[in-house]
């Protein structure tokens, strides 16, 4: 058998059970737990970790997703979202380099943001 990818993983179950922005926002939800877990416990560099990997591994899914040709969201949506993404990128690594509660904040914050809009459009 071959071992599904996080990102293959991910798209699986994200066509099971929720729908369209629910499961989406459902993911950005989780991705804030994790990281808010990991920023209530900073000695714990394997929460961050796995908190940091979930959270890349959801953004990366969206950056496929809004370079996709059958996205419909507007460009000026798709660029803001992509800055986005990138600025989760450049978190984690920052992150992994050295600890910092002020840039888990601003990614907690961001996801939950994220995460409430799409959940209030359903």
Request: hydrophobic content about 45%; glycine content about 2%.
């Amino acid at each position: 058998l071959k071992t599904m990818s996080p990102v293959e993983a991910y798209a699986r179950t994200r066509s099971a059970s929720l729908h369209g922005m629910s499961r989406d926002g459902e993911a950005l939800i989780k991705a804030a737990r994790l990281l808010n877990t990991a920023r209530m416990h900073p000695e714990d560099t394997k929460s961050l970790a796995e908190a940091l990997d979930f959270n890349t591994t959801l953004w990366t899914v969206f950056q496929a997703d809004l370079s996709g040709e059958e996205n419909t969201l507007s460009d000026e949506l798709k660029a803001d979202l992509l800055s986005l993404s990138l600025f989760m990128d450049n978190s984690a690594a920052k992150l992994l380099e050295h600890y910092d509660a002020d840039t888990l904040d601003a990614m907690i914050e961001a996801n939950r943001n994220i995460a409430s809009a799409l959940l209030t459009a359903n």
